[in-house]
């Protein structure tokens, strides 16, 4: 029996919600070159001189908002998923060893990849939680994951699930969850909400210069020519999740929150959209995020706050979130069956293009 180690790897989140542990936070976050994508001495004087400086504080209260006895909710469900997960993979051919690694704060990726070693694990198979493919999570997480495996030796034995947007079990979780939650309550539309990413990130997929966003349905299908764009991707998984649930075109929108600075960033924004349903008639919506495995501050306080706020004052009557998959029972099996199948042979673990070259 082979022992497998098991790596999760999440955005992160501050230690605490003080404004100085907030700011350590957004420093580690804002200083990824994958992230803001300039040259490291311009980066370092926005984020050090402007962006943390101006926002450490306001954010430091938005924590707080969403804050629990148990802690600040993305480690919480992701502690959970990986305690849940472990439970559920015991029942598996190998024995599995589930650590957690967060990109920015802690746990560390590196102590994560401390601890797999000293459980002596035959191999580590990192699995980023992130559904859909974008340098600023996805790759930067793997980039990381390589680094800290070469510092401890383990670079032989690591391997990568690729981005799982379009995987069965993921989809139909998604769908189940939803409608478990709304309990058979009709919105008038649903938003599937997705982190927008500013358009340059996924242009630079774009080794053609002529096709990314030229058109307004380029990111309809997955060709082979945008199988790595994040904006096609999340249009994938919400039309994928809509299909389950049975909703008709007319009845979602995928939509893209959390736009930043004054770059031009991928849209509809679910902001804009909030302002304007209620002027065409729709009182109550419903909004998912498919692009979150855990409720998170751009879930619980973006959307569940400020956005339930900005709905209502645009006069609209009923703003459900759904909440992430976080724990929940029927997305550990899924998540356990799709890490068991992706493991069970280091040849099955296949991506293309820039996911491929990322991983590789």
Known sequence: MKRIGVLLINVGTPDDTTPESVGRYLRQFLMDGHVLDMPYLKRWLLVNRVIVPHRQEH??????????????????????????????????????????????????????LAKL??????????????????????ATAVAETRKRARQLGLTNQLSFVPPFY?????????????????NSRAPDHFLFSFHSVPTRHIKKLDSSGGRCLINADCCDEIRTANQDCYRAQCIATARSIARE?????????????????KDEWIGPALEDLL??????????????????????????????????????????????????????????????????????????????????????
């Open 117 to 138: 070693k000293a459980h002596n694990v035959d191999r580590i198979v990192a699995v980023p939680l992130y559904p859909q493919y974008t340098q600023s999570s996805f």
């Open 275 to 360: 302002r304007e349903l209620p002027n065409r008639g729709i009182r109550t919506v419903a909004v998912f995020c498919p692009s979150f495995v855990a409720d998170c501050l751009e879930t619980l306080e973006e959307i569940g706050i400020r956005g339930r706020e900005e709905f209502a004052k645009a006069g609209g009557q009923e703003l459900i979130l759904i909440p992430c998959l976080n724990s929940e029972p029927l997305w550990i099996k899924a998540a356990a069956d799709f890490i068991f199948e992706k493991t069970r042979d280091r040849n099955q673990v296949k991506a293309a293009g820039a996911v491929a070259s990322a991983i590789r």
């Open 59 to 112: 954010t430091a209260k938005h924590y707080q908002e969403i804050d629990t006895e148990e802690g600040l909710p993305l480690l919480v469900h992701t502690r959970n998923l990986a305690t849940e997960l472990s439970a559920e993979l015991s029942n598996r051919e190998h024995e599995y060893v589930v650590a957690i690694g967060m990109r920015y704060g802690n746990p560390s990726i590196r102590s994560a």
């Open 245 to 261: 649930l049975g909703l008709a075109a007319d009845r979602y929108t995928a939509c893209f929150q959390s736009q930043l600075g």
């Open 166 to 182: 379009g995987d069965s079990g993921f989809i139909k979780v998604s769908a189940d969850v939803v409608a478990q939650h709304l």
